[in-house]
């Protein structure tokens, strides 16, 4: 295109000069693609504020554009090419790779490296079939967490489950497959576990047909470190799955926290036990039908209390059940915990010598009939036991109004 004005080409024409147009030459179909490649990675790097990072654990099409800026970086004539469309600077922002390595490579081994089967394609731009390296998952499964620019939004939220798990009003329950989970459990506002972090589902999309023909939805988790995702629905799903250890975590009132029956889809996960002790120590015969210790186990009691004569916690003695409680979906610390807090005023102050003559303080005895445990036991299967606490005064549970003492 001529560069001089109308002025000077009149000026040119008057002296004879003839001005010859230069038109601009037309772009190869390669450059076409070098440069449509290009403007996807500025419009990566638009969208999240940095450039494409390798790395397994990127999305599919991150590493894509991050080889595929290596190599835009590494080969003079594409950076000549695109420096004049640079305006993120992206051909200076790193140290390229070595020219000869990647020319060495073609853009199907390239992709073949990367997962993806390129089959007849032979541009880089155009992917047919995705997969990951390592477990051949779809792209769609796969979502880096970012950081949660809102996050002071969700924070008094995780705040208060956190509060509710510890004051047993919430429970978590494993997720299994074989005990049904679906893709339909995982609502707008459900919690779980998943990598040791609480993961709050905040949104739910919309529903739409994945390829293989099922249904499925975009959501955006929320993380209690402070990050998000957005991952499909049948992707947390499979996570869940895949953790060991990742557990749903119930609604404040989500129901009994135990109940008499095991229903079909109850977890059964212990038994809270009330036992007798044959001590002849003073305290403990003076009080025999008051003493009782009260636990929670995941196995067999007859089991746990086979050798008590031989162990501290039972005051070092035989000792008898008078009660069994089975329970359900229920974390059996917690609720042990639980208990032994509302029994606190009642506990039992008493100091034995082990086998080593050391002395020890048994911390699961209280002085309470056994009425009242089976009243504590009604109020934890209704739900309203967090409300109550112990008075030895009157021997019996009593409405919190503030903070109770030993009497």
Known sequence: MSK???????????????????????????????????????RFVAEHGRSPRHGEDRDIFERLYAVRLDRLRAQDDCRALLEPLDHQRLLTGAEPASADAIDDISDDELLAQLGVDAGATDDITELRHVRSAADKRSAEEIASRERCEDFDRFKPIFNAVQSDLDRGMRITQPIRKEAGFLKTDIKAGEFFILGGQIAYVAQVGETFKAPNGESDARLRVIYANGTESN??????????????????????????????????????????????????????AANRNLVHKIGVTGGDVAKRIANAKLD??????????????????????????????????????????????????????????????????EKIKDGTITGYIYDPKSAALVARRGEVTRG
């Open 4 to 42: 001089f004005t109308d002025e000077d080409n009149e000026l040119l024409a008057e002296l004879g000069v003839e001005v010859e147009t230069k038109k601009e030459a037309a772009r190869t179909p390669r450059e076409e693609r070098i440069i449509a490649g290009f403007e996807e990675i500025q």
């Open 231 to 284: 991952l499909l629905l049948r992707s947390l799903q499979r996570a869940l799955y895949k953790d060991e250890v990742s557990r749903r975590v119930s609604e404040p009132s989500a129901g009994p926290l135990f109940a008499s029956d095991n229903e079909a889809d109850d977890l059964g996960s212990g038994t809270i036990y009330v036992l007798r002790s044959k001590s002849d120590n003073p305290i403990v």
């Open 312 to 377: 501290p916690t039972f005051l070092l003695a035989d000792v008898e059940i008078v009660a069994t409680y089975k329970l359900y979906n229920l974390g059996r610390t917690k609720l042990e915990s639980l208990i032994h807090r509302i029994f606190e005023p009642a506990r039992l102050d008493v100091e034995i010598k082990d086998r080593f003559g050391n002395p020890v303080i048994p911390r699961e005895w209280f002085l309470v009939p056994l009425f009242v445990i089976d009243d504590a036991v």
